[in-house]
């Protein structure tokens, strides 16, 4: 009776614990260079303990079927020798990694829209594709590291070729022991239809919160409840966790109405925007058990030479912000000690 006592403890203190140890990421952006220690001291001084690595494949239109990737042209970190030597210097330090080959298209026009003329050209990207997700699945699993995502804001690539990702998912779990996710956009993550066969429901969580110029946290925190309520039911329904693939805001002006803006535009500087707006999504999801947490967009490795009170992108460096990421993440490495 006793031995079962202390098996029932150590059962419950392992489920405790695996409710409060969420995903503390950032995303980790590719440069021309080696990591080295001092680009790894800021992601460990802002108490994270994960990092997504992006390795890019290039398209040149929406509808072109050549995906170019691992090639000399491109940068050191957007290649797999530089994914592997960051990933390699992360996990030095402690620090997890997802990895997440993306798409860039020329232009940056959006990947969600990407779609082929013909059935032939489709079967083109799916084999460029395919050979792009497997390098990086394995090597993800010869880093051992912890989690792979097959694709970012792919909406209509999924939705037009289900039967290719449902194989595309078999082949990555061939090559890759870890959990997997997709990156799917926050307007397509309800009609994705392969959750079920995923470790985690994976949404970048760029949601339209409000409209206000100067957006209270009362407004935010409002604008946030039918969001809430529709991804708690998915991950209810699918069982599996939903994880912030991406999640983060712009420190300007009306940063909770289109929160996906990528643009050069002119907006108003807005640090206490930013820092309030993710003050707002770790009060709102970090203590929900269906939640695993999620990846800051984004983590330039020059600390020193980004962000800072004159920028209105999406990085929290040098900002407000970043106490507010700091403060988050380290409590809850105090929670799960």
């Known amino acids: 009776m006793k031995k079962l006592y202390f098996l029932w403890v150590i059962v419950f203190a392992s489920c405790a614990s695996s409710k409060i140890d969420k995903v503390n990421g950032v995303s980790f952006v590719s440069s021309r260079e080696e990591v080295a220690q001092h680009h790894i001291d800021?992601?460990?001084?802002?108490?994270?303990?994960?990092?997504?690595?992006?390795?890019?494949?290039f398209i040149r239109d929406l509808d072109s079927p050549e995906l170019i990737f691992n090639t000399d042209r491109q940068w050191f970190g957007e290649r797999?020798?530089?994914?592997?030597?960051?990933?390699?210097?992360?996990?030095?330090?402690?620090?997890?990694?997802?990895?997440k080959p993306q798409i860039w298209i020329w232009d940056g026009k959006f990947t969600g829209n990407m779609k082929m003329a013909s059935e032939e050209e489709w079967q083109k990207l799916e084999a460029s594709y395919e050979d792009f997700i497997l390098l990086y699945a394995e090597m993800a699993e010869?880093?051992?590291?912890?989690?792979?995502?097959?694709g970012t804001e792919l909406k209509t690539f999924v939705m037009e070729r289900p039967d290719f990702w449902n194989q595309l998912i078999v082949k990555v779990r061939d090559v890759y022991s870890g959990k997997i996710t997709y990156a799917s956009n926050w307007d397509e993550y309800d009609d994705t239809p392969f959750w079920a066969e995923?470790?985690?429901?994976?949404?970048?969580?760029?949601?339209?919160?409000?409209?206000?110029?100067?957006?209270?946290?009362?407004?935010?925190?409002?604008g946030w409840q039918p969001w809430k309520?529709?991804?708690?039911?998915?991950?209810?329904?699918?069982?599996?966790?939903?994880?912030?693939t991406e999640f983060g805001y712009r420190?300007?002006?009306?940063?909770?109405?289109?929160?996906?803006?990528?643009?050069?535009?002119?907006?108003?500087?807005?640090?206490?925007?930013?820092?309030?707006?993710?003050?707002?999504?770790f009060?709102?999801?970090?203590?929900?058990?269906?939640?695993?947490?999620?990846?800051?967009?984004?983590?330039?490795?020059?600390?020193?030479?980004?962000?800072?009170?004159?920028?209105?992108?999406?990085?929290?460096?040098?900002?407000?912000?970043?106490?507010?990421?700091?403060?988050?993440?380290?409590?809850?490495?105090?929670?799960?000690?």
């Not at 797999?80 to 990895?99: F, S, T």
């Not at 994976?202 to 935010?220: D, H, R, S």
């Open 42 to 57: 800021p992601v460990l001084d802002v108490q994270a303990n994960y990092a997504a690595i992006m390795p890019f494949g």
């Open 80 to 99: 797999r020798e530089g994914a592997k030597q960051y990933i390699e210097k992360l996990h030095q330090n402690g620090v997890k990694v997802m990895v």
């Open 142 to 150: 010869e880093t051992r590291s912890d989690i792979f995502c097959i």
């Open 198 to 222: 995923l470790d985690y429901i994976g949404v970048n969580a760029y949601f339209p919160l409000c409209e206000k110029q100067n957006p209270t946290i009362e407004t935010l925190t409002l």
């Open 229 to 244: 309520t529709k991804m708690r039911e998915l991950a209810r329904k699918e069982g599996r966790p939903i994880l912030f």
């Open 251 to 281: 420190s300007m002006d009306f940063t909770g109405k289109k929160p996906w803006l990528v643009d050069r535009n002119q907006e108003r500087v807005n640090l206490k925007a930013q820092a309030d707006a993710t003050q707002v999504i």
């Open 283 to 337: 009060d709102q999801f970090w203590n929900e058990d269906w939640f695993a947490g999620g990846f800051v967009w984004k983590w330039f490795m020059q600390h020193d030479e980004v962000g800072g009170i004159e920028d209105n992108r999406f990085t929290p460096q040098n900002k407000p912000a970043e106490s507010v990421i700091r403060r988050q993440y380290a409590h809850g490495k105090k929670s799960s000690l």
